[in-house]
């Protein structure tokens, strides 16, 4: 019988799935000097999400003389809380489930893309202040402007497609995929990040959070954005995230917004979580949503079987095909 730390939380029909199979599941939060004092190592497999962090003092403290920790779990796709180095020099396998929140990070990157250029989130605001700003909230069409993707995986293709869809121009920026992709979705591929910039009005964050990509959209790249859709229509620049955070500077994006560079503001991830007293909440073109692209009951359900399989073949003596080490 195996032992299975949950951390943040997981479909209760997945435990199901693994208690079934005659294992232990514990369901706890630990805290980061717990997670330091080694109480992973009581445990054969941990799933996570965003909250647990698994550095490596963490991993390390995780195995005792080849016992201890065997699996990480990640329920769902960035691993950025993950050091996935120390994790396979002391041999424990790391997995995610990239496929099972995707049509509900679409869709949630979708409703933020139209509330920027509907003025949805503002004009909501003002009717609970008891304004009726009927005139002044004149918003702008998605079609005939350009969408810039950074990064282009599944969510972004998606993304592209529905964007595309409402009659939108798709350009991409991702260094590892090939040409023939963008080119069968309609999508203009490009070479360098600050082209997306200086030819998008729309731009939506879609790469993992590197110290590549770390602040990689700041005020330079916003300032090369034209404000003008290709059907000539002021239609401001909007900028997107939901991602990761860290990918955007977010006192150069406030910045931005308060020199009206920027028109709106969207994220769904912050460099810091859970984001309280962030500056960015006090500016009216700014809305954010707490990290919940893929709080769907559908998503939730399809990460947590998939997970559940995972954890299963681990505990089986198996490695996944899928693990990233």
Known sequence: MGR???????????IKLITDQGHEVIEKHYSREQLLDGVLAKFDAVVIRSATKLDRNVVEASVRDGDGLKFIGRAGVGVDNIDIEAASENNVIVCNTPRASTR???????????????????ADRKLRDG???????????????????????????????????????????????PKEIAKKNNCMLHSDVESIFRMCTHVSIHCNLTEETYHLVNSSKIDLM????????????????????????????????KNGKLSSLALDVFENEPAIDNPLFEHENF????????????????????????????????KPETSLN
């Open 226 to 257: 034209p404000g003008i859709g290709d059907d000539g229509i002021h239609c401001g620049n909007h900028l997107i995230n939901c991602a990761r955070g860290g990918i955007i500077n977010e006192n150069e994006a406030l910045e931005a917004l």
């Open 104 to 122: 509900s990070v679409v869709e949630i990157t979708i409703a933020h893309l139209l509330a920027s250029c509907r003025n949805i989130t503002t």
């Open 4 to 14: 299975v730390a949950v951390t943040d939380g997981m479909d209760k029909n997945a």
């Open 131 to 177: 304004v009726w700003a009927k005139k002044e909230l004149v918003g702008t069409e998605l079609s005939g402007k350009s969408l810039g993707l950074i990064g282009y995986g599944r969510i972004a293709q998606g993304v592209g497609n529905i964007a595309n869809a409402l009659g939108m121009n798709i350009h991409a920026y991702d260094p590892y995929v």
């Open 287 to 318: 809305h954010g949503t707490p990290h919940i692209g893929a709080a769907t009951k559908e998503a939730q359900a399809r990460i947590g079987e998939e997970m559940a399989a995972l954890v299963i073949e681990s505990l089986n003596g198996k």
